[in-house]
């Protein structure tokens, strides 16, 4: 089935570095844009990044503009979020959302994994 | 582009009508609004694109309605299982925003 696997949170500290990844199947990746979307604990959501089915555009929340790159490898199904310089305020669940295309929103989601900056 | 939900809760019983808010502050057409709910525990599921459209499999209790800068999302009759948050995202232009949420409790 269609299926995304986030990977790659945990405890780190502030000012130090982390890279999630989203692996995908179940559905022809390379024809898809993948997003990142995060929530703060007890907060909503707040979209972070996306990246064009092919790698060659990315857009990223003004938030995160500067400390994070967004990623993919389309031969392995995946997509990285490479985070820098990290902050308290940037701890949450990290999900990868796959794009419904014409706007139809983020159809597929993971179930997330969890960032927590901290000293 | 920035976008408000209101009200923050809504606290309804069963049967009741829902009516959620969600406004953009410059015009971002009819086609460029999605919402979802979001479960505790469960990853977020679209409802409603293109401002209006249900997605595949939505009960059609569930409406959604407005173009330009004010939409609305309505759940004509209120069920148990539709106590989650509800939010709404722009993809008019970067960066894809969302509101903040509503949360809708069944009483």
């Known amino acids: 089935q269609v299926q995304l696997v986030e990977s790659g949170g945990g405890v780190v500290q502030p000012g130090r570095s982390l890279r999630l990844s989203c692996a995908a199947s179940?559905?022809?990746?390379?024809?898809?844009?993948i997003h990142w979307v995060r929530q703060p604990q007890g907060k909503g959501l707040e979209w972070v990044a996306v990246?064009?089915?092919?790698?060659?555009?990315?857009n990223y929340g003004d938030s995160v503009k500067g400390r994070i790159s967004i990623s993919r490898d389309n031969s392995r199904n995946t997509v990285s979020l490479q985070m820098i310089s990290l902050r308290p305020e940037d701890t949450g669940v990290y999900y990868c959302?796959?794009?419904?295309?014409?706007?139809?929103?983020?159809?597929?989601w993971g179930q997330g994994t969890t960032v927590t900056v901290s000293s | 582009i920035v976008v408000t939900q209101s009200p923050g809760t809504l606290s309804l019983s069963p049967g009741e009508r829902a009516t959620l808010s969600c406004r953009a502050n410059?015009?971002?057409?009819?086609?460029?609004l999605v919402w979802y709910q979001h479960k505790p525990g469960q990853a977020p599921r679209v409802l409603i694109y293109?401002?209006?459209t249900r997605a595949t499999g939505i009960p059609d209790r569930f409406s959604g309605s407005g173009s330009g800068t004010d939409f609305s999302l309505t759940i004509s009759r209120l069920e148990p299982e539709d106590s989650a948050v509800y939010y709404c995202?722009?993809?008019?232009?970067?960066?894809?925003?969302f509101g903040q949420g509503t949360k809708v409790e069944i009483k």
């Open positions: 179940g559905f022809t990746f390379s024809d898809y844009p």
């Open positions: 990246i064009s089915h092919d790698g060659t555009i990315k």
């Open positions: 410059q015009s971002i057409g009819s086609k460029y």
């Open positions: 293109h401002a209006s």
């Open positions: 959302a796959k794009d419904g295309l014409d706007y139809s929103g983020l159809d597929v």
């Open positions: 995202q722009q993809f008019a232009g970067s960066p894809w925003t």
